[in-house]
């Protein structure tokens, strides 16, 4: 009997160690940030295509894409902020940031799905409402609308209409989008495009985009992206 139980044992172990082994290389796979010389999607529109860099920032879990971003050459103002850390204050609501192509189902700053897709990025404003108060520390969203709806650049004028838009695939019609926030001191220094994470367990891409005003003055536009965490928008 002895001997069939350590029989038995050494064959539990044994498949615990495969386990474990089988376990190392998913927990071993790191979130790779890089730059690559990408074309924007095919899907879009003409117009917005022509407005986006054709360097794409790609979020990738080890060798898999989940996000590809792709931010226009110029983020319109419509003043020169003091700084790039205030610049979001300087951009009109609904205006055309770029777009994504997301690889994979993902969720969204709301914990909505974000299906496999490519989108425009508009920019939102959390209204502040008795309905969104406390919700998130900063009224920035970047809204994802899906590409087929957003065909040029003013075709969603207003914040109803960009809500609207964006949930129209969405389960509940809740419109789908990422938090952006301004960085302060040292976060919005060094390297960019970076990774970094912060309060409420959320993982952030640094951002640093070129922005420019009407009369042609130029300037940083610098957040961080929230590509993965929630809060209760």
Same mark, same amino acid.
């Given at each position: 009997?002895?001997?069939? +139980?350590?029989?038995?044992?050494?064959? &539990?172990? @044994?498949?615990?160690?495969? =386990?474990i082994l089988c376990a190392l290389p998913v927990l071993a796979q790191e979130t790779v940030l890089k730059l690559t010389e990408t074309p924007p999607p095919a899907e879009l529109a003409q117009a917005l295509r022509d407005a986006?860099?054709?360097?794409?920032?790609?979020? @990738? &879990?080890?060798?898999?894409?989940?996000?590809?971003? +792709?931010?226009?050459? #110029?983020?319109?103002?419509?003043?020169?902020?003091?700084?790039?850390?205030? =610049?979001? #204050?300087?951009?009109?609501?609904?205006?055309?940031?770029?777009a994504v192509r997301v690889h994979e189902t993902r969720k969204d700053f709301r914990k909505d799905d974000i299906e496999k897709?490519?989108?425009?990025?508009?920019?939102?404003? &959390?209204?502040?409402?008795?309905?969104?108060?406390?919700?998130?520390?900063?009224? /920035?969203?970047?809204?994802?609308?899906?590409?087929? /709806?957003?065909?040029?650049?003013? $075709? &969603?004028?207003?914040?109803?209409?960009? $809500?609207?838009t964006s949930g129209k695939d969405t389960y509940d019609e809740h419109p789908n989008t990422l938090s952006m926030q301004p960085l302060k001191g040292a976060e919005g220094e060094?390297?960019?495009?970076?990774?970094?994470?912060?309060? #409420? #367990? +959320?993982?952030f891409i640094y951002l640093k985009l070129p922005a420019k005003t009407e009369s042609g003055e130029t300037a940083d536009l610098i957040f961080g992206l929230v590509y993965e965490g929630h809060g209760e928008v």
């Open positions: 009997m002895r001997n069939v +139980w350590t029989a038995r044992r050494n064959r &539990i172990v @044994s498949i615990a160690g495969i =386990a986006l860099d054709t360097k794409a920032v790609q979020l @990738s &879990i080890g060798d898999k894409p989940i996000f590809e971003f +792709w931010f226009r050459k #110029d983020i319109p103002l419509t003043a020169k902020p003091a700084s790039g850390q205030t =610049a979001l #204050d300087s951009i009109k609501e609904v205006t055309f940031l770029g897709g490519v989108y425009t990025l508009r920019l939102g404003i &959390i209204p502040q409402d008795g309905n969104h108060l406390g919700t998130t520390p900063f009224p /920035y969203m970047a809204v994802l609308v899906p590409a087929k /709806y957003d065909t040029a650049m003013d $075709a &969603i004028t207003d914040h109803d209409t960009l $809500a609207k060094g390297e960019f495009p970076r990774l970094a994470e912060g309060g #409420d #367990d +959320w993982k």
